[in-house]
């Protein structure tokens, strides 16, 4: 996947302001806010092995 943590951290963005609006118009959040739920699992263990890499590179 291209740029898996600046993904990771778009959708927790992007979740924390659709609940914020559900929060406050007393609603549900949708089908979408549950997708990108699940984006965020599956790109969670892609940010860490990228930020291994990453300290790796700079180590050496």
Given at each position: ?60
């Amino acid at each position: 996947m291209h740029r898996p943590s600046r993904q990771h951290q778009h959708l927790l963005q992007k979740i924390a302001r659709k609940e914020s609006l559900a929060k406050q118009s007393n609603r549900k959040t949708g089908k979408r806010t549950k997708a990108w739920s699940r984006w965020v699992a599956q790109y969670a263990p892609l940010t860490e092995q990228g930020a291994a890499q990453a300290e790796g590179a700079s180590q050496e």
